[in-house]
């Protein structure tokens, strides 16, 4: 039962472009989105959240939309630089309930310099 | 900043062997979990830990087991490994409370079951 998709597995970009990442959601009750960054051979760091009481959430070249209505976040990342490229996970939980927090299938994005 | 720490980054086992993947946190997190990574299935909850000594299951227990006899350390064991326990084990640890707050993840241990 995969409550949170990526449906685009991998994702090439020219350096310098706007690299968008999306993510669908089917729980209703997911209240808090994360976007992790994960880089082969480490293990996934914190990029960025957002709340429910949120539409947007910026940091630097970073933007995480939600779209509630539609059960959809995205992530853009503006400029793309090459040490940009990982697999981009979508995550979310309920009720500030870490112990339920959902992972997509991950977002291989390249970014080509 | 947070270190979680993963003791092997790549094992290699024998099926029927017992297994323990051992991971350490030093920012007094309350909560632990364990993940494993696979292509295309994202990360998946195995077990996690509110507290010492307390255990709950995640999504997919079975053939796992954990240890938490301190605050700092988690351990995953796998009672008898078999080939499809091939994958990469993510620990992660969180603080509890009211909130929210991000996981942060140790780097892996890529197992292979032979």
């Known amino acids: 039962d995969q409550q949170v998709k990526q449906n685009s597995p991998s994702l090439s970009v020219q350096e310098g472009r706007i690299s968008i990442l999306n993510c669908d959601y089917t729980n209703s009750m997911f209240d808090y989105f994360l976007w992790y960054k994960k880089y082969p051979a480490e293990g996934p760091t914190f990029l960025i959240s957002?709340?429910?009481?949120?539409d947007k959430n910026e940091d630097g070249r970073f933007t995480v939309f939600l779209n509630k209505s539609a059960k959809h976040l995205s992530l853009h990342i503006v400029p793309s630089q090459p040490g940009d490229s990982a697999v981009y996970f979508c995550a979310a939980s309920a009720r500030g309930n870490n112990n339920d927090m959902r992972f997509g299938a991950g977002t291989r994005l390249t970014v080509k310099p | 900043d947070v270190k979680v720490t993963q003791s092997s980054r790549y094992l290699v086992k024998r099926t029927g062997e017992k297994v323990f993947l051992e991971c350490v946190q030093d920012?007094?997190?309350?909560?632990m979990f364990w993940y494993r990574q696979d292509p295309g299935l994202g990360l998946r909850l195995i077990y996690f830990?509110?507290?010492?000594?307390?255990?709950e299951k995640g999504d997919i227990p079975e053939g796992y087991s954990v240890s938490r006899e301190k605050k700092e350390r988690f351990s995953l064991i796998l009672e008898s490994a078999s080939t499809n326990q091939t994958s990469m084990y993510l620990c992660?640890?969180?603080?509890?409370?009211?909130?929210?707050?991000?996981?942060?993840f140790g780097n892996g241990t890529r197992l292979t079951v032979t």
């Open positions: 992660a640890s969180s603080t509890a409370g009211q909130g929210y707050s991000p996981l942060h």
């Open positions: 920012m007094d997190h309350e909560n």
């Open positions: 957002i709340s429910s009481i949120k």
């Open positions: 830990s509110y507290d010492v000594k307390m255990k």
